[in-house]
């Protein structure tokens, strides 16, 4: 009986692990790989690099970062692209987490692998350049108080600085703080998330000062009503954001490909132009102090996707044809 | 509107009156604490619905009442609603400090509840009692070495060398290697499982079966493609060169990009806005009940 089956029914009833098998090396291989993959940035990326465009060397933003390492494939991308960015135009900011105790080790990780790429005249100095506040439990109740008055929620709050020879100094009196009076003083606010901390940052801080947010892309969907409402301002969703914001960092933003050939296209946004990110590194084009995680992953992300369209097919056709022997026999 | 709690939390740390102070809220919580697990039930109830209704009365009054708008640090409130206005615009960082240490204390009661089931299997050696030793050690040394490592960076290192990884001794490497060595990577590690049962659930679950589930897939599908740069820009080219590059091409209309775009903004993001306002009248609901006492459950 089963000689006389089709390719597709036999494949019916084939071991899963032969696909998990064929997903390990596929993905494997595109980690391997980094082919330049030519991709338009979606309009919510385009958003977010904007607004950072928009940012001057003095200003000082919050980020957020919400994220542990469950969800790094996407989320540490996304802080990398940022903090890179924030760091070449010299961007002063306060980081801290309203989500996860696990969040303020995993961040400062990635901001020390960073710091250490840097020349050290161009390195990040906590208390001068960043701050770091740690873990805020309550999210709900945290965010509305650092909406109502950023000088009360954060009143008392010391930090050590380098080369003060370890005495803490009062937050509000470092140079990252000390033009900060009110939350609107503030450049804008990155949210760094795999979950629904952006809502809250929505619904107590908007109107406050320009809020974005980076989200793997399981969250994407969730937010996309407050970018289309305009509630926040850039949004890069999951390792396709990444991918975008390296590819903006890289070459610019619709600039005149005589000038900059590295620089990408979006049809929608064709009058956002923004500048590619000046490395700060001597030696290094923009391109390769920009390109991290986003190219290296999105290959294997590409890879992916194809073999999960051809499972969908293939399990379909074989679906149809077991179908079709009932209805013949 | 200088409130009592700012004068505790207005203390210089290891000052003697903020030890007087932390000694007395010790014994009043334990007064309390003793106080509520003597009390009868029907003692309980109202007990937690006063607490609650006070809490939620605060942020409810926050909310309604007209708040300073642009308030200097030298405004003073005119008339009894600036006043008031004022008060709960001082009192809300007091209030969500004490919101933020409460909830602070659930990590106390997780690793109470985690330690009183695993020692407990532990010591009776009952079935997997093997991976609750492994936990328990891996608690314990995560705590050491997390502490010894703050510690070091705290209070051995004034000129913040240890922010390089070349200046690390044993501890750091070693709170590394536990930290994001074992403990992220092997979170990483679960999360990423996700990848197969997708892939095994695309090829033996994902069926067209019916008009939804047609539907289902063909949006699938353009969102999957949208985000696969290389298929875009090959079809992408491929309506360039047909429409000559016109940007006002109704063509263009046909793209990936574009139809995932109208996808996103005319399919789901009504979809989701419908399911908040659902979600948010379901949350509305409960809040109130919880507030009002309603809510029966969880209080006895």
Redesign the interface.
């Given at each position: 009986m089963s000689e006389n089956l089709s390719i597709w029914e036999k494949m019916q009833s084939f071991d899963?692990r032969w696909?998990?098998l064929v997903?390990i090396v596929l993905?494997t291989f595109g980690l391997f790989v980094s082919p330049d993959?030519?991709?338009?940035p979606d309009?919510s990326s385009v958003g977010l690099y904007v607004t950072l465009d928009g940012l001057d060397e003095n200003d000082t933003i919050l980020i957020q970062s919400d994220w542990?390492?469950?969800?790094?494939?996407e989320t540490l991308g996304h802080l990398e692209a940022l903090l890179r960015t924030v760091m070449a135009k010299r961007i002063k900011f306060v980081m801290y987490t309203f989500a996860d105790?696990?969040a303020p080790?995993?961040s400062r990780?990635a901001l020390?692998r960073l710091?250490?790429e840097l020349p050290e005249d161009k390195r990040y100095k906590?208390g001068i350049d960043y701050l770091e506040l740690g873990y805020?439990?309550?999210a709900e109740?945290?965010t509305?108080?650092l909406g109502?008055?950023i000088r009360?929620?954060w009143?008392?709050r010391k930090t050590?600085v380098?080369?003060n020879?370890?005495d803490e100094m009062d937050i509000f009196r470092t140079p990252v703080l000390e033009n900060i009076q009110k939350l609107e003083d503030c450049g804008m606010i990155c949210v760094v998330t795999p979950s629904n901390t952006i809502d809250i940052a929505v619904e107590r801080l908007s109107g406050k000062l320009p809020i974005c947010c980076m989200c793997t892309g399981v969250v994407g969907?969730?937010i996309?009503?407050y970018y289309?409402a305009g509630q926040v301002a850039g949004l890069a969703i999951?390792l396709?954001g990444v991918?975008d914001m390296e590819m903006m960092m890289a070459g610019g933003l619709n600039l005149d490909k005589a000038d900059y050939p590295n620089s990408v296209r979006s049809?929608?946004y064709?009058e956002n132009k923004a500048l590619p990110v000046v490395s700060p590194i001597e030696g290094k084009s923009s391109a390769d102090y920009s390109l991290g995680r986003g190219k290296k992953y999105?290959a294997a992300?590409?890879i992916?996707?194809?073999?999960?369209?051809l499972?969908?097919i293939?399990?379909?056709i074989g679906?149809y044809a077991a179908k079709r022997r009932e209805r013949n026999a | 509107m200088n409130l009592p709690l700012a004068a505790i939390?207005?203390q210089d740390p290891g000052s003697g009156a903020l030890i007087g102070y932390l000694v007395g809220a010790f014994i009043l919580g334990v007064v309390m604490m003793v106080a509520m697990t003597k009390m009868p039930t029907r003692g309980r109830k109202p007990s937690v619905w006063i607490a609650t209704f006070a809490s939620g009365f605060f942020?409810f009054l926050f909310w309604i009442w007209p708040s300073p708008i642009n308030r200097g640090p030298s405004d003073l409130p005119v008339g009894f609603s600036e006043k008031v206005g004022f008060g709960l615009?001082?009192a809300?960082?007091k209030?969500?400090?004490i919101?933020?240490i409460?909830?602070?204390f659930?990590?106390g009661l997780g690793i109470y509840s985690l330690l009183h089931v695993h020692l407990g299997r532990l010591f009776k050696k009952q079935k997997d009692w093997q991976f609750s030793l492994i936990l328990v050690v891996s608690m314990v040394l995560m705590i050491i070495f997390g502490y010894w490592d703050w510690m070091q960076r705290q209070f051995n290192?004034?000129?913040?060398l240890l922010?390089?990884?070349d200046n690390w001794g044993f501890v750091n490497y070693s709170f590394?290697l536990l930290?994001?060595g074992l403990?992220?990577?092997m979170?990483?590690a679960?999360?990423?499982m996700i990848?197969?049962f997708?892939?095994?659930a695309?090829?033996?679950a994902?069926?067209?079966k019916s008009i939804e589930a047609t539907v289902l897939?063909a949006s699938a599908?353009i969102m999957?493609?949208s985000?696969?740069?290389?298929v875009?820009?090959v079809y992408?080219n491929m309506i360039d060169s047909m429409t000559g590059g016109d940007?006002g091409h109704f063509l263009?209309d046909a793209k990936i990009?574009a139809v995932a775009?109208w996808v996103?903004?005319t399919m789901?993001?009504p979809a989701?806005?419908a399911l908040?306002f659902g979600v948010g009248l379901g949350a509305l609901a409960m809040g109130l009940r919880l507030w009002l006492g309603l809510e029966k459950g969880g209080v006895s």
């Open positions: 899963r696909l998990y997903l993905v993959i030519p991709a338009q309009e542990t390492n469950s969800t790094r494939g105790p696990q080790q995993v990780d020390r710091n250490d906590l805020f439990p309550n109740g945290a509305q108080s109502n008055n009360t929620f009143e008392g050590r380098e080369g020879g370890g969907p969730q996309l009503p289309n999951g396709k991918y049809d929608k064709s999105y992300l590409n992916a996707l194809a073999l999960m369209v499972a969908v293939a399990g379909n679906m | 939390w207005g942020y615009q001082d809300l960082p209030v969500a400090n919101a933020i409460l909830t602070a659930l990590l290192d004034p000129d913040l922010a390089k990884m590394d930290f994001d403990l992220q990577q979170d990483a679960m999360f990423s990848a197969f997708i892939l095994s695309a090829y033996r994902f069926r067209i897939m599908l999957i493609l985000i696969m740069g290389a875009d820009m992408s940007p263009n990009t775009s996103k903004n789901q993001v989701l806005r908040e």
